[in-house]
């Protein structure tokens, strides 16, 4: 069975950081993207961050120069550091994977919980 957990959400003020982190466990083969989302109430869930296996990352325009994805294929993790937070950044942010488990050929979504990020003074 495949999870992924979410750590690092909190309270921050404007400006700061806040680093989040996604660890995918299970029997995995192989695993594509990883990806951030986030949403607010009322808000369509828009994404934020993606990386390839390859390494290749795209952003958000609102997250560009500020944020910044990354990934351990070692260790099944994808991780988010966020600089220069504003409120605007407050939302529930969900991490998601596509992969391939040790038991199927297709690769699959797979998504994280849920943490949550709150930027305030």
């Known amino acids: 069975q495949v999870q992924l957990v979410e750590s690092g959400g909190g309270l921050v003020q404007p400006g700061g950081s806040l680093r989040l982190s996604c660890a995918a466990s299970?029997?995995?083969?192989?695993?594509?993207?990883m990806v951030w989302y986030r949403q607010t109430p009322g808000k369509q869930r828009e994404l934020v961050a993606g990386?390839?296996?390859?390494?290749?990352?795209n952003y958000a325009d609102s997250v560009k120069g500020r944020f910044t994805i990354s990934r351990d294929n070692a260790k099944n993790t994808v991780s988010l550091q966020m600089n220069s937070l504003k409120p605007e950044d407050t939302a529930v942010y969900y991490c998601?994977?596509?992969?391939?488990?040790?038991?199927?050929?297709?690769?699959?979504?797979?998504w994280g919980q849920g943490t949550q990020v709150t930027v305030s003074s």
């Open positions: 998601k994977a596509n992969l391939r488990t040790g038991d199927s050929r297709w690769s699959l979504d797979y």
């Open positions: 299970g029997s995995i083969s192989s695993i594509n993207t």
């Open positions: 990386i390839t296996s390859g390494g290749s990352t």
